[in-house]
């Protein structure tokens, strides 16, 4: 068994929590533990036993006082914010059932827009259809009666603003069209007349126009030209515009017998809506999503100065419009048309309606004017558009292209699909709507609705905290109740306190003190003897808080063993001779400096720093948390101070003087188990204890200033780490007390250079992937860039 004199003798046991002056053999050189062992507070002043009495009586009822004070803060706090989360919640929830009310209408007024309006097209499909078996004829020899009024009603009741028909008209049928449209195109004076006489109609109406009862149709330069025979896409049809609303009065006007397949940018929504038979909304042509794109805001304007003929000037002309196209399929015998998969073959798409409507339509009117900032996002993924209205009550503001809801609402989101709403409105019997099915496939759109701050700011009020300030105040008043009273009693506490100590006075004037503590101790044991149960104060008495750091500590020890740690001692060198020439000022500006970097770099690398004691800088790896590459780490950790050092030094010379560029780091390495731990006490601390401490220092002590000096434990490690080559014996033999002469090492990250044979941009594992970062790390290595 070795004994403690035994111990020092082999190696003198060291602690990083010991102080010690530096010489300038460095910090390890005096770096020893006292053999008296640490005493912490060895002794404490005695006081007297009436003191002792009065000072416990006192700590006792000023504790239980804390506690009573603190129940009562505790106690307001926590029902002051309780009731302030309970009525919050109130009106959140008040707030979210408003907010689903209004997104209810919102949907089922959507719902209810699109039905009105694709049911007045609905309606007068029937009526084309109907027109045939009145007037005997069929497709496209049908003309609507009274269309001028017709138009306005239907507009009026789609919301639309343009509106018109175009019929299927096959190259053996043009002839006869054209002779059956100069026979019949009465209804453009109609509708002119109709027009003039509504003041709703705020177009200019026509006045001069090129009757024409040849299809026409543009040619490539854009000039009006005949269209001899169908376009490609056109199913061997030409598709004359027929009848259609309103008319204005433009250059070249043609009312009629245009071929529409020439609107290129109509055409995939047209192909669709009559291969689908389903009514189809095209996508917006006016929707700016890119702020930066001036190709699209002209022609955006440009549109914009075209359709303000047909809105009202409080309303803004460039916000989003669609074109609705709904197929005219011959058949007048069922009041819903069959338009599954199966049955497609079987009806027969004669042309097609068309009409323009602006997507504020859809919103306006439907919520009251105390529902305000529910914030729409219309999209369409397929088509690549999104656009934003607000809604305040029963107007429609549009916030512009993009997604322009608050995100912070995200988890209120609520959405659903056009299609899919008027299905849910067939369902609940709230659509009359029997005409075709809106497809759910082509350009599709979902709308999403959020809240804003708008619609939450009328549910939040003061309430919450006027009620939350109001029961904290009561707290507050029965607190100052409770103090009010607690200084009376210490009042009077005070007063038996100083007949206390006057008591006692009297009793050790006329005893030696060793009696007087005996009588005190013999009376206190009778009071105990004497009572059933024990006060919590006399318990508090009857315990030894005054025992000295000799007395054994009933906790645990806090202390641990580690087996595999590598232990650093980094000491400046020349250190003691520039500090005697220098301010206080200077000394604290270049250690900062120095350390403060090292303890980045020791962050870094996850090194642990113990302590500085004095010029010496000690740091450990493998605690507190073990690491496989313990010593790897702190010889790359040592590299990185000693060349961070190097750099300061430059800069601080032109502050404390070129001297400084003399110093060097002497850095000592030695690894094995230490024993950690806190030795409680007076300023207490984590402290490493054991003769890998002792190795370290010694290993510093006896090093090279500006070279990492390790021992042969060290070594071994990195040896079977793969990095055996960073090693350069030491030629001197190095005297350890206890050991005799054992060899030492240095770590020279330069011979990797030699050792390390593939090419630079060919690291093939783990191990060549480190030399790689070591020799980039280091400036003076010479990195090898062939095999």
């Known amino acids: 068994m070795t004994t403690t004199k035994d111990y020092h003798d082999e190696l003198p046991t060291r602690s990083a929590g010991a102080s010690g002056a530096e010489d300038s053999e460095g910090c390890g050189s005096d770096y020893v533990d006292d053999e008296s062992g640490h005493l912490g507070n060895a002794t404490a002043l005695e006081e007297k036993p009436a003191q002792k009495i009065a000072q416990k009586e006192s700590d006792q009822v000023w504790y239980l006082r804390l506690v009573l004070l603190m129940v009562l803060v505790v106690a307001a706090l926590t029902t002051s914010l309780l009731l302030y989360f309970l009525l919050r919640a109130d009106e959140q929830e008040d707030f979210e059932k408003q907010y689903y009310s209004d997104v209810n209408k919102i949907l089922e007024g959507i719902a209810s827009s699109i039905d009105n309006s694709l049911g007045a097209i609905d309606a007068y499909v029937s009526k084309m259809v109907a027109q045939q078996s009145v007037t005997n004829s069929s497709f496209p020899f049908v003309t609507v009666p009274g269309f001028g009024v017709q138009a306005a009603k239907l507009m009026k009741l789609s919301g639309a603003y343009q509106f018109g028909t175009a019929l299927f008209v096959t190259p053996e049928q043009r002839d006869p069209w054209q002779k059956y449209a100069s026979e019949n195109d009465q209804w453009v004076e109609e509708t002119i007349q109709v027009q003039d006489k509504n003041e709703e109609w705020l177009s200019a109406t026509l006045r001069n126009y090129n009757a024409s009862y040849e299809l026409i149709g543009i040619t490539a330069e854009m000039e009006l030209g005949v269209a001899d025979d169908p376009l490609p896409y056109s199913n061997n049809t030409y598709a004359a515009l027929w009848q259609n609303a309103p008319l204005l009065e433009e250059q070249s006007f043609i009312p009629y017998n245009y071929d529409v397949w020439i609107s290129v ?23 700016l999503m890119d702020p930066d794109d001036a190709e699209m805001a002209i022609y955006i304007e440009e549109l914009a100065e075209k359709n303000k003929h047909f809105v009202s000037p409080d309303q803004d002309p460039t916000e989003p419009i669609t074109a609705i196209t709904y197929p005219i399929i011959d ?24 009409f323009t409507i602006y997507f504020r339509e859809l919103f306006i009117n439907i919520l009251p004017d105390n529902s305000i900032g529910l914030v729409v996002v219309v999209e369409a993924p397929d088509c690549n558009e999104t656009f934003t209205y607000r809604l305040d ?41 029997t005409g075709l099915p809106l497809s759910d496939t082509y350009c599709a759109r979902n709308v999403r609705i959020y809240p804003s701050k708008a619609t939450e700011d009328p549910h939040t009020t003061n309430k919450p905290v006027i009620i939350a300030v109001l029961t904290a105040l009561i707290f507050v008043f029965t607190s100052l109740i409770f103090l009010l009273f607690d200084w009376r009693v210490r009042v009077r506490q005070t007063k038996v306190n100083n007949r206390a ?25 009778t009071i105990q003897h004497k009572k059933a149960k024990e006060t919590n104060l ?48 200077d000394v604290f500006l270049m250690l900062e400096t120095f350390y403060g970097a090292i303890d980045e770099i020791a962050k870094k690398r996850g090194v642990f720093k113990v302590e500085t004691i004095g010029d010496c800088y000690v740091a450990v790896t493998g605690i507190p948390d073990a690491m496989e590459d313990h010593a790897a780490t702190l010889c790359r950790f040592a590299r990185d101070s000693v060349n961070k050092m190097n750099e300061l030094k430059v800069q601080l010379a032109e502050t404390v003087g070129p001297d400084i560029l003399d110093l060097q780091f002497r850095v000592g390495i030695h690894s094995g188990s230490c024993i950690a731990g806190v030795l409680r006490g007076e300023k207490g601390r984590f402290q490493l204890f054991g003769n890998t401490m002792n190795f370290a220092a010694r290993m510093e002590s006896t090093g090279v200033p500006g070279r990492i000096h390790v021992s042969e434990a060290t070594a071994e490690e990195l040896r079977s780490k793969g990095k055996g080559h960073w090693l350069e014996p030491r030629e001197d033999l190095v005297h350890a007390k206890g050991l005799g002469e054992i060899q030492t090492y240095f770590v020279d990250f330069k ?37």
């Open 265 to 287: 940018d109509a055409v995939p929504d047209i192909l669709e809506s009559i291969h689908s038979q389903r009514v189809i909304i095209a996508k917006s042509p006016n929707i």
């Open 331 to 354: 058949s007048f015998d069922s009041v819903r048309i069959d338009v599954s998969p199966e049955n497609l073959i079987h009806n027969t798409v004669v042309g097609f309606l068309f």
């Open 393 to 433: 009550g029963p107007e429609a503001i549009y916030l512009g292209g993009g997604d322009h809801h608050d995100p912070s609402y995200d988890y209120l989101e609520q959405s659903a699909q056009f299609a899919e709403m008027m299905e849910t409105a067939k369902s609940q019997g709230s659509s009359s709507y």
């Open 501 to 525: 100590v006057a008591s006692t006075a009297i009793v050790t004037s006329l005893f030696p003190e060793q009696v007087a503590q005996q009588l005190y101790q013999e009376r206190e044991e």
């Open 538 to 585: 006399d318990s508090f008495l009857q315990e030894d808080h005054y025992h000295g750091s000799t007395a054994v500590k009933s906790s645990k020890p806090i202390a641990s063993r580690y087996d595999h740690t590598s232990i650093l001692f980094m000491d400046l060198s020349g250190f003691t001779f520039w500090s005697a020439q220098r301010g206080p000022e």
């Open 751 to 787: 011979n990797a250079k030699s050792i390390v044979s593939c090419s630079v941009s060919n690291w093939s594992n783990d191990r060549d992937q480190e030399d790689r970062k070591d020799l980039e790390d280091d400036d003076g290595a010479e990195k090898r860039v062939s095999c």
